[in-house]
Every structure is written in C-alpha cells, then in structure tokens.
C-alpha cells in the first residue's frame, strides 16, 4: 500500500541528500524536524521551507554522536502527542584511509552516527508506528555497503549494516503497517565530496547521481514499501552483481581499486 506522511524527522538535513529529502517533504505538506549540527544552515532551511510550502519545521540541532544529542532526538520522536510518520535516518559520513592510518576516535565516530544513532532513533519511533500502525523509515544505506571497500573499510561496514539491518527489520514489520527501506546511493554531488574524499574527485561523470533524483527515489520507494532502493542503472547493475558474483572476486575488485 502507498503511504502518505504528514510529519517527519530527517537527520542530516543541513546539506547534501538530506537536505534534499527535506525540500521534497516539504513540498509535498508534510511537517518535518530537522536535525544536524550546524543550527544555522537548519533555521535558515526551516525559515525558506515554512514560507514556501507553509508547513510546520521544527529545528533540533543535536550531534548525533554524542549520548546528549541522541537523547534529544529519540525524545522527540518518542513524543506521542506529536507523532513523526516518517524517520528519515540520513545523518553519515566516512573517514576515508587504512584503518591503521586513522585516529580510533575517528573510526569510533563513523559507527556512533551511521550505525548506532540509525538503530536507536530507529527504536525510539518503532513502537507509536506500530501502535498506531502507520509510518515509515528511510535508512540512507549506500552502493558500498553491497562492495569491498579496503581504504573505506569502517564506512562499507557501517552500510552493509544499515542494509541487512533495515531488510531484516522491514521483515519484522511487514503487514504491521510500517515500511522500512534502504536507500544506497552510489557517487552522488554532496558535500561528502567536499574535500576530494576517498579520492573519487576522479570519478567519471556517468558515476554521479543527482542528490535530488536520489531523494526522490528514497521517498517513493519507502512510501510504496520496497525494502531497498538503489538509484540509477549504473549502480542497479553494480549492487546486482554484487550480490550474485562469488566473494573473492569483490575481493579481488576491492584490491584493484586500492588506494595507497
Ligand atoms: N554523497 C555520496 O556519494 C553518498 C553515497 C552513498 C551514501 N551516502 C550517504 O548519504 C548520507 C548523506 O550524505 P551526503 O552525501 O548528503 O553528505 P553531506 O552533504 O556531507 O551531509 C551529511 C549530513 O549529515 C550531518 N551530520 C554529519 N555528522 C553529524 C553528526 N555527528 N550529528 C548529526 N548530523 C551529522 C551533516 O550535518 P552537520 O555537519 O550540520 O552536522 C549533514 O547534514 C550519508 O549517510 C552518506 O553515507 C552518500
């Protein structure tokens, strides 16, 4: 069944595919929370969004890595008496380098965000979903957790996370009325890419996804309840075989794509 949502919480809304995510709810009247660090990128996102879509925005700055910003965004949604109907689990990032190379803190951070905030804010909203058998979750997964990723291998661990995770949960609740998708993008124009991270300013142009069309995919496949979604044909084709071709030849790849 087709859902509609009327509120919802996305993290990672200061930039990028949360953003985006953000301006498409928004346009569609759905009231949202948006949650991120930088209070300032989100106020002014909240004030364009109110004035040109007149929906409700609330604004909760909170670093997800942190036990003090997690708790304020699980109480917000465990609030009952203003229930979120979409969870939009966008917040990551990755540290790219040999694990060897990076600082434990570091690499502690990247599964603090994409893997532990995704399931507890994840818990946090599950039961007023079922309760009141309505509601969504969209976990922003990505191409690399399907791949072998040395040079990446925290971050490709993380999102092979959140899409075994998220598929085993939609199978939790299937028939309960609450959808639960993965969303994997590959190479999309964010500020992930910023500072020419894991060396993909290299790319070809045919590898970059738009981080709107991204968005939208996320959103019509949660809404009609398919467990992943995996945006464009070039990475359609990559997650496909991903899954298909024998582990040592990923392996193989992941080392032929190795940088030192
Ligand atoms: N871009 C790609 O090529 C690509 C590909 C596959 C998957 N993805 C995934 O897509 C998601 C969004 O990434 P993006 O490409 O849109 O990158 P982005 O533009 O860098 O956005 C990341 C968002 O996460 C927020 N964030 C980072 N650390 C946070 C923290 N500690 N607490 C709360 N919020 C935090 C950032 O806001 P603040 O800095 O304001 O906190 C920002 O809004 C991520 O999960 C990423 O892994 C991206």
New binding site residues.
């Given amino acids: 069944m087709h859902q509609i949502y009327r509120a919802a919480l996305v993290?990672?809304?200061?930039?990028?595919?949360?953003?985006r995510l953000a301006r498409l709810l928004a346009a569609d009247g759905c009231d949202l929370v948006v949650?991120?660090?930088?209070a300032g990128?989100l106020e002014e996102l909240a004030a364009t969004l109110r004035a040109a879509h007149h929906v409700r925005v609330e604004v909760l700055p909170?670093?997800?890595?942190t036990p003090a910003?997690l708790l304020a965004a699980e109480s917000r949604l465990a609030d009952a008496s203003r229930p979120v109907e979409l969870l939009v689990n966008?917040?990551?990032?990755?540290l790219s380098g040999h694990l060897a190379d990076v600082q434990a803190d570091g690499a502690e951070a990247q599964i603090r965000?994409?893997v532990l905030a995704l399931v507890r804010l994840t818990h946090a909203i599950l039961p007023g979903m079922l309760e009141r058998r309505h509601g969504g979750v969209l976990n922003?997964?990505?191409?690399?957790g399907f791949l072998i990723s040395p040079g990446s291998a925290v971050y490709a661990a993380t999102?092979a996370f959140v899409t075994s995770f998220s598929e085993s949960l939609a199978g939790e609740v299937s028939g309960r009325g609450v959808h639960v998708t993965a969303l994997c993008?590959?190479?999309?124009r964010?500020?992930?890419?910023a500072d020419g991270h894991e060396g993909t300013s290299s790319a070809p142009a045919f590898a970059w996804l738009d981080?709107d069309r991204v968005a939208r995919a996320g959103l019509d496949a949660v809404a009609a309840g398919r467990p992943v979604s995996v945006p464009g044909a070039q990475y359609k084709a990559i997650a496909g075989l991903a899954r298909i071709v024998p582990r040592r030849i990923l392996r193989t790849a992941g080392k032929a794509s190795r940088r030192d």
């Fill in positions: 993290t990672g809304a200061s930039s990028g595919i949360g953003e949650v991120a660090r930088r990128r909170a670093d997800l890595t910003g966008n917040a990551g990032f990755s965000l994409n922003v997964s990505s191409v690399a999102k993008p590959g190479l999309t964010t500020e992930f890419h981080a």
